[in-house]
C-alpha cells in the first residue's frame, strides 16, 4: 500500500506509527508544509517562554524516521486529483498513492476586525505564528489578547514571562465560559490576579487601531474603551484547514466531511484530526473535534481501517487537561457550565484557592457517578475512566476516592477534607472514606 | 529524506534578555564582589588581612545567593519557574556558561595537583585559602586546614546555599521541599561536621554516607586495617556500618524506593548536583547516542572496581605473591582516571556545559550498582497517567539524566530506568499531571496504559 498523509501532527503521525505497526511493507509518506519534523503543537508556548527549544519540542529523534520508513516531505500541497490518485506539491512532484489520508489541521480563526492586517496583530497555531510573535513582541510594553479559551491564557502566560503587560478581553462573564463551571473559572481568574494580567469580561472587540507605519497601536472593546498597545493575539478560535480538500471533489461543509469510520465521499479518501467533519456526530458529541488527544485518537483509528479492517471512531469517556498559570485542570466524563437536568453537582474548593475538585452524578438511584473536574490535583485517568463507564454510585467513589489520587507523595491529602464537605451537602450519600494513598502505593 | 523547506526559516531570532530586576543586578554584584574577594584572601601574604578577606567574601557570597534567589523566586507566585532558561547564556552553554565551567575546572586541577602540601605545609597555589580556615578547622576538628578541608567547607557551602535557591523555586512542591532539606541535612551533618567532629575527639574520619563502591577505599584492606587498628572499637563498628550500607541495607531500600533514597537524598554529589547543579539539568544529553555512552562507560567502572578490590584482598591474603605491584598500579589508576578526573575535574567543572550529573549518568559505579538493583530488583517505578502526554518534552527537559521521558509518556509506558535517580523532577515539570514517582508492587510493573493505544477496547469498539 501506498500511504500519503498530507499533515505531520499529532493525527498524521500517529496515524503513520499505527500503520507502520499493523501493515510492516507499506509504504508511507507524510507532507507538511509549515516543519520539517513533527514538534508538539501544543508546547510551542514553551519556546517562546524560553523553557525548550524548538528541537526539544519534537517526540521524534531524527533518526525515528528513516528507521521506521516513514517519508518526510517539506512542500505544500496544492492539489489534489482523486481520479488520478496523485497530489501536486509546491515544489511540482506530483505524489501518487493508493490511500490518502488528509491531516490537515486547522488554521486561525481571524474574523472580520476593521484592523486585523495590521502588523502586530496575530493568532497562535503554528511555527510561523511563534516567529512572528517572537518578532513583533520584542521590546514592546503592552499587549491585548481576545479570547477567553486555552489559548487566551497561554498568551498571556507567554506574554506575562516577558515582562510584557497583559489585558485580556473575554466575551463571556467568565475565564471559558462555555466550558467551564463559574466556581472552577474563578480560580482561574486568581491565577490571572496573581500574576498581574488584566481581564475585561464581558468585553470584546470592535476594532484595531494602526498607526501611519501600519502597526497596531490600540484596540478598541465593545465597552468603549480604548487600550493602547503594541500587538494583539486573536485567540478566538481555529476553523479546518480546507485548502486542500477545496481543490478536490472531496466534499466540505465547516471541515472535511466524513463517516463514523473517518472516510470522506471519495473512495480511499479519508481525513481525521482537526479538518475532519462528521456527518452524524454521536450523543451530545460535537462534529469537529480540535484537541490533541482526539487527534491522536482519530489518527489510531483511521490507521485500523486504512489497514483494511473498517473502524469507527468512539471516543470513549471524555478526558482533557490544561494549566492555567501554575493552575493544573485535569477533567474526565461530562461536566458542563451549568449541571445537566437529573444530574447533581458536589464542589469542593481548599481555602487556599489552589485546589479544587467537582464531582458530578445522576440524581436518579444508582447516583452514577458522571464527570469529575480537578484544579490543583492530579486524578488517575484509569481510575475516573472507570468509574465512569462503570457507572460506579457517587457513594462509592468519595469512599475512595484515594484510589484516584495522582499528587506526587509528601503532598498534603485532601481527601477527609472533600469527603466531610461531600456528607455535609448530600448526607442522604454520606460516605466514610476508606482507603489512604501511603508511603508504600 | 526531506526536501528542501518550501517556507522561509523559521528560526526563531533570540532577543537579548531584558528580565534581570535591579535587585538581582544589585545581588549578583555582590556575589561577583565575594569571588573577588576570595582571590583577595588567596593572595594576600597578611593572615589577618586574608581572613578577613575571606569573611567578606563569605557574606557576600552567602548574603548575595541568597538574596538573588528570594528577588528572583520568591516574589513570584509560588509554581514551576523556568522561564528563559535556554535564552540565558549562563544556562544555555552561552560565553557565561563557558567562562563558569573553565573557573570551576579550573578550581578542580588545582585542588587535586598543585595544593597537596610540601615539606613545610605549604599548600600550593591554594596555601592562602586553606590557611585563612585555620581557626574554623581549629574549632570543628581540633587541627589546621588542608585542602580538602577547604574544599569540603566551599562543597557544603555550595550545597547550602544553592539548596536555599532551591527551597525558593521549587517551594510548591512539597517532595521537592523535603528532598532538597535532606540533601542539605546529609551534607552538613554527615559530610561534613559529623567527619570534623570524630577529628576533634581523636577518631578516625569517616563519612556513613559514603559506601563502596562510591567510596571504594572504606572495603579496601588498606582502610579496613587502618580502621580497625586505629578506630578500635568505633573502627570495627565503621568497617561493619560499610559493609552493610553496601551490601544489606542498598539492595533492601533500593527494593522499597528505588534508587532514589541514595543519589537524590542522600549522596553529596547528588547533593551537589539537585542544589548547585540545579540551573544545567537540561543541558545533559537526552539522545539515544548518549544513552549507549553512558552503558559503554558506567557498567565497565563498576567493573573495573570489583577487579581493583579483588585484586587488593588478594594481595593481602597471599602478600602479594600473584598479582604484586600490578594490583597497586591497578588502584592508582583507577584513582587517577576515575577517581580524581572523572568524578571531580568533569564531574563538577563539566555541569555548565554538560548538565549536573555527568558523573552519576557515567561514571559512578555506585549509580550502576544502585541502578541494576533499581532496573531488576524494585518497586519503583514512574507511572504515566493514561492518556493525558501531550508530548510536550517538559519532563524530558528537566531531566538531569538525560532520559527522554517523553519517550514512555507519549506511549503511556512506565518508567523504568536503571538511571533514573528518583528527583522528580519530570513530574514536578509536567503540565497536565502525567508522570508520578511510586514504589508499588513488582507485578504489572511494566505494564502500559490502554488509554493510550488505539487496540484498547475504549477506542475501538
Known amino acids: 500500500m501506498r500511504l500519503l498523509i498530507i499533515g505531520n501532527g499529532i493525527t498524521g503521525v500517529t496515524a503513520a506509527l499505527t500503520v507502520r505497526r499493523l501493515q510492516p511493507e507499506a509504504q508511507i509518506t507524510l507532507v507538511s508544509d509549515e516543519s520539517e519534523q513533527h514538534y508538539s503543537r501544543t508546547a510551542l508556548m514553551y519556546v517562546y517562554m524560553g523553557h525548550m527549544r524548538q528541537q526539544d519540542i519534537r517526540p521524534y529523534d531524527d533518526w525515528f524516521w528513516p528507521e521506521n520508513r516513514l517519508t518526510l516531505l517539506h512542500a505544500t500541497a496544492t492539489s489534489l486529483d482523486t481520479q488520478a490518485r496523485q497530489v501536486t506539491l509546491s515544489n511540482g512532484q506530483q505524489l501518487p498513492y493508493d490511500k490518502l489520508l488528509l491531516a490537515t489541521g486547522s488554521v486561525s480563526r481571524l474574523t472580520g476586525w ?133 481543490t478536490s471533489a472531496v466534499e466540505t461543509d465547516r471541515g472535511i466531511l466524513v463517516d463514523e469510520q473517518l472516510q470522506t465521499n471519495v473512495p480511499d479518501v479519508y481525513a481525521a484530526g482537526d479538518c ?60 458542563p457550565v451549568q449541571p445537566e437536568t437529573g444530574t447533581d453537582s458536589f464542589y469542593w474548593e481548599h481555602p487556599g484557592g489552589r485546589h479544587a475538585l467537582r464531582l458530578n452524578f445522576n440524581s436518579a438511584p444508582g447516583h452514577a457517578v458522571t464527570g469529575f473536574n480537578a484544579l490543583g490535583l492530579r486524578l488517575r485517568h484509569a481510575v475516573c475512566e472507570q468509574w465512569i463507564s462503570n457507572q460506579t454510585p457517587v457513594r462509592e467513589v468519595v469512599a475512595t476516592l484515594g484510589a484516584a489520587n495522582f499528587d506526587p507523595e509528601f503532598y498534603r491529602q485532601h481527601e477527609a477534607d472533600i469527603v466531610r464537605r461531600f456528607n455535609q451537602q448530600f448526607p442522604q450519600h454520606a460516605a466514610v472514606l476508606q482507603r489512604r494513598k501511603g508511603l508504600w502505593g | 529524506m526531506s526536501s528542501s523547506p518550501a517556507a522561509p526559516s523559521l528560526a526563531l531570532a533570540q532577543p537579548p534578555l531584558n528580565d534581570i530586576s535591579l535587585g538581582e543586578k544589585a545581588a549578583l554584584t555582590g556575589i561577583g564582589l565575594g569571588f573577588l574577594a576570595l582571590l583577595a584572601a588567596a593572595a594576600d601574604a597578611d593572615a589577618w588581612r586574608a581572613r578577613l578577606s575571606l569573611y567578606v567574601a563569605l557574606a557576600l557570597i552567602s548574603g548575595g545567593t541568597l538574596g538573588w534567589s ?182 533492601v531500600l533500593t527494593y522499597f524506593f528505588g534508587k532514589r533514597w541514595y543519589c537524590s537524598w542522600v549522596c553529596g554529589c547528588g547533593g551537589l548536583a539537585e542544589t548547585a547543579g540545579d540551573p544545567y539539568r537540561q543541558l545533559s544529553d537526552k539522545s539515544r547516542a548518549a544513552w549507549r555512552w553512558e ?74 550498582y544502585l541502578g541494576l538493583l533499581q532496573k531488576h530488583f524494585s518497586r519503583f517505578r514512574i507511572t504515566t497517567n493514561g492518556g493525558q502526554c501531550i508530548s510536550c518534552g517538559n519532563c524530558s527537559n528537566v531531566c538531569e539524566m538525560g532520559i527522554d521521558v517523553k519517550q514512555y509518556a507519549q506511549r503511556g509506558e512506565p518508567i523504568v530506568r536503571a538511571s533514573c535517580v528518583g528527583c522528580g523532577m519530570c513530574s514536578t515539570a509536567c503540565p497536565r499531571g502525567v508522570l508520578n514517582l511510586e514504589n508499588g508492587p513488582r507485578e504489572g510493573r511494566y505494564a502500559a496504559s490502554t488509554l493510550i493505544h488505539a487496540d484498547s477496547l475504549r477506542i475501538l469498539s
Open chain 1, 114 to 246: 476593521p484592523g486585523r492586517e495590521l502588523r502586530g496583530v496575530q493568532g497562535l497555531y503554528g511555527l510561523p505564528d511563534l516567529a512572528r510573535m517572537e518578532q513583533d513582541t520584542h521590546g514592546i510594553k503592552q499587549a491585548v489578547v481576545v479570547g477567553g479559551g486555552l489559548i487566551g491564557v497561554e498568551l498571556a502566560e507567554m506574554l506575562h514571562s516577558r515582562g510584557i503587560g497583559v489585558t485580556v478581553l473575554v466575551r463571556d462573564a467568565h475565564y471559558w465560559g462555555s466550558v467551564l463551571p463559574a466556581a472552577e473559572a474563578r480560580l482561574v481568574q486568581q491565577q490571572f490576579e496573581h500574576h498581574g494580567i488584566t481581564v475585561r469580561y464581558l468585553t470584546e472587540l470592535a476594532e484595531i487601531v494602526g498607526n501611519a507605519a501600519g502597526r497596531v497601536q490600540a484596540v478598541r472593546t465593545t465597552a468603549g474603551e480604548e487600550l493602547a498597545c503594541q500587538w494583539v493575539g486573536l485567540a478566538t478560535g481555529v476553523t479546518p484547514n480546507l485548502a486542500l480538500a477545496q
Open chain 1, 276 to 335: 475532519a467533519q462528521f456527518r452524524q456526530p454521536g450523543r451530545g458529541e460535537v462534529p469537529i473535534e480540535q484537541l490533541w488527544y482526539t487527534g491522536r485518537m482519530q489518527g489510531e483509528t483511521v490507521a485500523h481501517t486504512l489497514c483494511g479492517t473498517p473502524t469507527a471512531y468512539r471516543r470513549g469517556v471524555w478526558f482533557n487537561s490544561a494549566k492555567f498559570f501554575h493552575l493544573e485542570y485535569q477533567t474526565y466524563g461530562r461536566v
Open chain 2, 70 to 251: 528570594w528577588l528572583k523566586y520568591g516574589r513570584k507566585p509560588a509554581g514551576l519557574q523556568h522561564d528563559n532558561l535556554w535564552l540565558r547564556s549562563s544556562t544555555s552553554r552561552g560565553a557565561v556558561a563557558w567562562i563558569t565551567a573553565v573557573v570551576l575546572t579550573g578550581f578542580y586541577v588545582l585542588l587535586y595537583w598543585y595544593s597537596s602540601p610540601d615539606d613545610k605545609g605549604h599548600f600550593g597555589l591554594l596555601n592562602g585559602l586553606v590557611h585563612t580556615l585555620d581557626p574554623f578547622s581549629q574549632l570543628l576538628r581540633r587541627r589546621a586546614a588542608d585542602q580538602w578541608f577547604l574544599y569540603g567547607t566551599f562543597y557544603t557551602l555550595a550545597i547550602l546555599l544553592m539548596g536555599g535557591r532551591a527551597l525558593w523555586k521549587y517551594r510548591h512542591s512539597r517532595y521537592q521541599l523535603i528532598r532538597t532539606g535532606s540533601v542539605m541535612f546529609f551534607q552538613l551533618g554527615f559530610a561534613f561536621v559529623l567527619p570534623g567532629l570524630l577529628l576533634f575527639f581523636q577518631q578516625p574520619e569517616f563519612y556513613f554516607t559514603y559506601f563502596w563502591p562510591l567510596k571504594y577505599d572504606y572495603l579496601l584492606p588498606g582502610t579496613v586495617d587502618y580502621l580497625v587498628k586505629d578506630g578500635q572499637a568505633l573502627g570495627v563498628f565503621m568497617v561493619f556500618w560499610g559493609a552493610v550500607m553496601a551490601f544489606l541495607a542498598t539492595p
Open chain 2, 295 to 368: 552503558v559503554r562507560i558506567i557498567y565497565p567502572v563498576l567493573a573495573l572496581i570489583i577487579i581493583v578490590t579483588a585484586a587488593m584482598w588478594l594481595n593481602q591474603v597471599l602478600h602479594g605473591a600473584v598479582l604484586g605491584a600490578a594490583a597497586d598500579g591497578l588502584y592508582r589508576f583507577y584513582g587517577f582516571f576515575v577517581g580524581a578526573v572523572f568524578s571531580g575535574v568533569v564531574g563538577v567543572g563539566f555541569y555548565p556545559l554538560m548538565g549536573s550529573r555527568v558523573w552519576c549518568r557515567f561514571g559512578c559505579p555506585m549509580a550502576a
